[in-house]
């Protein structure tokens, strides 16, 4: 067996998305979010930018992707990449607190970002309010318990509760239900999240 690395590197997330089972994953969640010409699509907590060329793809010259991300290096790591498509934008800035304006884009997707929101609530909120009123959001979440890890080790401590994201959101393809937040803002549990942007903001 091969030495495990001491610490995540720095491509991480590009190698994740690059490998067999990171593009099928992605290309699940791009399709259950019905991605269409001319659409205008959020990608929140986008890291360096793994999503984004499918994204534009998917909305074509007319349409409209903007990647959003609290860390400043993985959004110039994403500038970078966004280079190649007009209709990409890159932004600096928090998911608690959107500026965008009120029912403005048709999608909004989150990869592994809700474990990591200090209040998932108002980030979840804050999609319902900027989302179109047909609008779709699609939350992928890791189900941790049904993660299983191949390890010398195998009697590692199990993620708890309280650590977990199914908490919040659904998995694609699982059948793990949305929870309180995310129901509040109209959420249908299921592969994707469809929500509908609630009354109140």
Do not use: N
């Not at 309180?180 to 999240?193: D, K, L, M, Y």
Request: glycine share 8%.
């Amino acid at each position: 067996m091969g030495t495990l690395e001491t610490e995540r590197p720095a491509d991480y997330l590009a190698r994740l998305a690059a490998s067999d089972l990171g593009r099928a994953y992605k290309a699940l969640v791009v399709d259950e979010m019905d991605v269409a010409a001319g659409h205008h699509v959020l990608d929140l907590g986008c890291g360096p930018g793994a999503d984004l060329a499918a994204f534009a793809a998917a909305v074509g010259p007319e349409g409209r992707v903007m990647g959003l991300d609290s860390d400043p290096d993985a959004v110039r790591e994403a500038e970078h990449l966004a280079t190649a498509w007009p209709q990409v934008t890159v932004e600096h800035g928090d998911v608690h607190s959107l500026r965008l304006p009120d029912h403005s884009v048709h999608r909004v997707h989150t990869d592994r970002v809700l474990q990591h929101v200090e209040d998932p609530d108002v980030a979840v909120g804050e999609v319902a309010r900027v989302l179109a009123p047909s609008g779709l959001a699609c939350f992928a979440e890791p189900d941790w318990d049904t993660l299983v890890i191949d390890h010398p080790r195998p009697r590692s401590p199990r993620p708890t509760a309280a650590s977990s994201p199914t908490r919040w959101c659904a998995t694609p393809g699982s059948a793990v239900g949305c929870r309180p937040c995310a129901s509040a803002t109209g959420c249908v549990s299921g592969g994707s999240s469809r929500s509908r942007p609630s009354s109140a903001t």
